[in-house]
Structures are given as C-alpha cells and as structure tokens.
Antibody
Framework: QLQLQESGPGLVKPSETLSLTCTVS??????????WGWIRQPPGKGLEWIGS???????YYTPSLKSRVTISVDTSKNQFSLKVSSVTAADTAVYYC????????????WGQGTLVTVSS | QSALTQPRSVSGSPGQSVTISCAGT?????????VSWYQQEPGKAPKLLIY???KRPSGVPDRFSGSRSGNTASLTISGLQDEDEADYYC???????????FGGGTKLTVL
C-alpha cells in the first residue's frame, strides 16, 4: 500500500522560506504514470493546488504561486520537496503531499497533511 | 485560473439524495473528461470519490455517482447516510493539462 508522509517545521517566521519533504513508501517515485504534488488548505478554507513534479524533474506550478515556489525530487531517497519563499501569514495552512495521475487531475493518494504556521 | 464554483452548503435527511454542483468553463470542466471529486472528513486528508467525471475507485459505494452537463459537473449521493456528512471538493484541469484547479468546497449536512 502506497504511503506518503510530510515532514518539516511546523512554525516558520514571516519573510523566511517554508520547507517540507514528502517521503513515499510502498512504491517507487520513478514512474511515468504519475506526478507528485503539493496541495495546501488554509484553516477553515478550501484546497489549493500548489504544483507538481515528474520523476524526471519537470515541474508545474500554479501561476499565483510560481514566483515563490520550488518543487524538487530526490529519486534515490524516494522523496520530493516543497519550498515556499518570502512567506506571510497567508501561507499558514495544512500542506498535503499527493500522487496525481499524469492522464488526469486525479489525486489517488494523499499524505496525512502537516500544519505550517507562519508567525514571529 | 479561478476556482470552480460550488454551493457552500447542502443538506439532506438520511435516505434522501443530494446533488452537489461544480460550475466551470469550457477551459476546465467543460473542456475535458477529467473531473474528479473528493470527500474530506474533519481533520482528515481528502479521499478520492469519483474520477474521469463518472468513474468510481474500488471501495467507493455506488451511492456516489458523477455526471457532467456542459460546463457543470455534479456529484450525486443517494441513500444519504450519517457518515456522508463531510466537505466535498471537485477538481479539474484549468486551461492546460499541467494546471489543476479545485472547487471552493461544499459542506454536506445530514439532518
């Protein structure tokens, strides 16, 4: 059974960089059938797609966040990572890592989510 | 790209049917066959309910069904049960196959 687990600091100061890692177990990140992505959900609000990465390194970011977001992959560790720079309180959210099918916006596996709070 | 439009809340009594709409444009919902729906219980990660407009993953009860008419997709839950009380989100491509957009979410209350 595929499992995804987010890890990283739960508290980040304003203007600093938020960094999270997703570790994939029970399956390989080296697959041509999937994208590996990040989604966030501010407290009490809806889901927002952040972006995704292909195992070969190709990245796709939502336009509103593109200037501040970097997603990378480490196939040797079966991990992929998210960095969001110059964070503000508006970046406070539960961050989910997930697996998305290449052939459609179908997200079939999700991590449990991790709350990141931006505060001084 | 803008979020897809869903009603903020719907409600129904046990045993009834409810339908949640997801309105988009010809660039997203109406422009491809890849609409998906997710159920999110409080404090939990979303769970895939419907993909490719009307397909159910294994393990999802057939009480859940999806459809689309023009630029609006719909999720219908028949034989409503108490455990169906949750938030529901639709999802589609947005303009190109590399961008994904969610609906704003609908809270289902079982009366």
């Amino acid at each position: 059974q595929l499992q995804l687990q987010e890890s990283g600091p739960g508290l980040v100061k304003p203007s600093e960089t938020l960094s999270l890692t997703c570790t994939v177990s029970g399956g390989s990140i080296n697959s041509s059938s999937y994208f590996w992505g990040w989604i966030r959900q501010p407290p009490g609000k809806g889901l927002e797609w952040i972006g995704s990465i292909y195992y070969s390194g190709g990245t796709y970011y939502t336009p509103s966040l593109k200037s501040r977001v970097t997603i990378s992959v480490d196939t040797s560790k079966n991990q992929f990572s998210l960095k969001v720079s110059s964070v503000t309180a508006a970046d406070t959210a539960v961050y989910y890592c997930a697996r998305r099918l290449v052939r459609g916006p179908t997200i079939d596996y999700w991590g449990q989510g991790t709350l990141v709070t931006v505060s001084s | 790209q803008s979020a897809l439009t869903q009603p903020r809340s719907v409600s129904g009594s046990p045993g009834q049917s409810v339908t949640i709409s997801c309105a988009g444009t010809s660039s997203d919902v109406g422009g491809n066959n890849f609409v998906s729906w997710y159920q999110q219980e409080p404090g939990k990660a979303p769970k895939l309910l419907i993909y490719d407009v009307n397909k159910r993953p294994s393990g999802v009860p057939d009480r859940f069904s999806g459809s689309r008419s023009g630029n609006t997709a719909s999720l219908t839950i028949s034989g409503l049960q108490d455990e169906d009380e949750a938030d529901y989100y639709c999802c589609s491509y947005a303009g190109s196959y590399t961008f994904v957009v969610f609906g704003g979410g609908t809270k289902l209350t079982v009366l």
